[in-house]
């Protein structure tokens, strides 16, 4: 008979455990009410990776005399933008459909509700009604952004995250309020498309939980470029002017006028749809399923993954859950790396420079009073970045002095978020910093630094 599991979701999390459990011999049935690949396609990693190509891509042209080419002055088109970015979102979006048809997996487009722990009713978009009865449940119903009852939203001038992958037009003066990754994002794109932008920082320095270093480099190339920060300011209402604008004010006092504002306080979890209690399923007090190291939620056959688990909200972390998900689903969770260590998830933020960490960071191995080695190697030494025109940032690597064993490492500059690959595979695989060393790199290239970094 084989087992029928029933996937609620389709972003990264659930395309990735319905395309896996249904390889494994599973019946899956996928329910997604808006499009397959989630959030994360229609308004989160690919239109924001897409507008910072674009943003790259006009910085790169700016800076075309540095490379012995006559100036360019270029413009960017939005519209042409726009239509760029839903070309890749359908692309991506007939990928997964394509995938997943052609691994028997059954799509039903609606909203899923638990009636009882072995049964959802999906209501589709037509207002029809259907039951779907499984052995196996994912919850993989991703996040929302936050957005704080003091914040008049319209979608024009004052925009939450989904609203400004692409905007609806390119700001004269941007105010970003939230200075973690998903904030500096922002800041990094619209400066690149000529927007002036402020940005109000709640503490001290931005991306708090990142190392001081690394947020430190990045705050430099901001207030290089102009970008005006407003640190120690919490944002508490937003006005709009005569003229249309907004004036951001801000708990100390201040307040920040610009021509629109951008909200970049977090996120929220997609449960209330779900009722969960006809299934028995308990969330914590924010609305996140709590699970135990096999995805697996208090009730034993319902698995949850992706950012509603409350782990690291991030795709790639929403992909790894949705393996382990359906190996576990199938009985095939004795492999040597069965369990997911979210300490050793790599990350990046795709600024300029670009920034990448994984593993333990140098702060927090200090505030642990753990003995490290931290080995630091700038990229302004290498010929490659030289080449490149941008020597900015550096690789650091943090190892244990008693047996060389790679724990982590940051890098800050060109190419980190494919860099830290080399440091992720190291600290997943207990890698030395010899054997990084030992290893015949090309030259020249980016990924010499890592071999200085390590040795
Ligand atoms: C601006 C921004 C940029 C980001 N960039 C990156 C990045 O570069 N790299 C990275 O790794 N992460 C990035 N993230 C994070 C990433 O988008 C999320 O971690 C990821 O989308 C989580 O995947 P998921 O499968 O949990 O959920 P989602 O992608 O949110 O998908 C959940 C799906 O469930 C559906 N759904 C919800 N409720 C129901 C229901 N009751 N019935 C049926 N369907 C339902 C939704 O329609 C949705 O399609 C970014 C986030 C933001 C906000």
């Known amino acids: 008979m084989g087992v029928n599991f029933v996937v609620v979701g389709g972003g990264p999390a659930g395309v990735q455990a319905a395309s896996d459990a249904a390889r494994l011999g599973a019946h899956v049935t996928v329910v997604e009410k808006d499009v397959l690949g989630g959030a994360a396609n229609l308004w989160d990693c690919i239109p924001s990776k897409a507008m910072i190509a674009t943003g790259g891509m006009l910085a790169l042209l700016s800076k075309a005399s540095r490379m012995g080419i006559r100036e360019i002055e270029p413009h960017p088109e939005l519209e042409s933008i726009k239509a760029r970015i839903s070309s890749i979102i359908d692309h991506l979006e007939r990928s997964n459909r394509d995938l ?45 952004p936050r957005v704080p009852d003091w914040a008049p939203i319209d979608g024009v001038r004052v925009l939450t995250t989904r609203q400004a992958y692409p905007p609806p037009a390119i700001p004269e003066h941007l105010v970003v309020v ?9 800041v990094h794109m619209f400066r690149t498309f000529g927007s002036k932008v402020s940005l109000i920082v709640s503490r ?15 705050e430099a190339d901001f207030l290089e470029s102009d970008v005006k920060l407003y640190k120690g300011a919490r944002a508490k209402g937003i006005l709009r ?20 504002c951008l909200l970049a306080v977090g996120s929220l979890p997609n449960y209330e749809s779900l009722a969960l209690e006809n299934a028995g399923v308990q969330t914590d007090e924010r609305g996140y399923i709590p699970t135990d190291h096999h995805c697996v939620s208090n009730v034993k056959h319902i698995y ?46 795709f600024t300029e420079p670009e920034i990448a960490d994984v593993g ?16 630091k190697v700038p990229f302004a030494a290498n010929a490659r970045a030289l080449i490149n025109g941008d020597p900015r940032g550096f690789i650091k690597i943090l190892s244990d002095p008693a047996t060389g064993v790679v724990l982590g490492g940051s890098i800050v500059g060109e190419r980190a978020a494919e860099l830290i690959s080399v440091i992720a595979l190291a600290v997943t695989a207990n890698l030395k910093v010899a054997d990084i060393v030992e290893s015949l ?12 970094a390590a040795d």
């Open 204 to 218: 001290q320095h931005i991306l708090p939980q990142k190392d001081p270093e690394v947020a430190a480099a990045l």
């Open 241 to 260: 002017d005569e003229d249309g604008g907004v004036v951001v004010e801000c708990d100390d006092g201040r307040s920040v006028a610009g021509s629109h």
């Open 178 to 186: 939230g200075s973690g990754v998903t904030g500096v994002e922002f």
């Open 441 to 452: 790199l090309v030259h020249p290239a980016l990924a010499e630094a890592l071999a200085e």
């Open 100 to 144: 997943l048809s052609s691994q028997g997996v059954k799509v039903v487009r609606g909203e899923a509700r638990f009636l009882d722990p072995y049964r959802v009713a999906v209501k589709s978009v037509e207002g029809e009604e259907i039951e779907l009865g499984g052995d196996a449940f994912l919850i993989a119903t991703g996040s929302r």
């Open 304 to 349: 949850v993954a992706g950012d509603i688990s409350g782990k690291l909200p991030l795709a790639s972390v929403a992909i790894m859950q949705g393996r382990k998900v359906a190996e576990h689903v199938m009985g095939l969770d004795s492999r040597e790396h069965r369990h997911l260590d979210y300490d050793k998830a790599a990350s990046a933020i």
């Open 360 to 375: 333990l960071a140098e702060a927090e191995a200090f505030a642990l009073g753990r003995k490290m080695r931290v080995t």
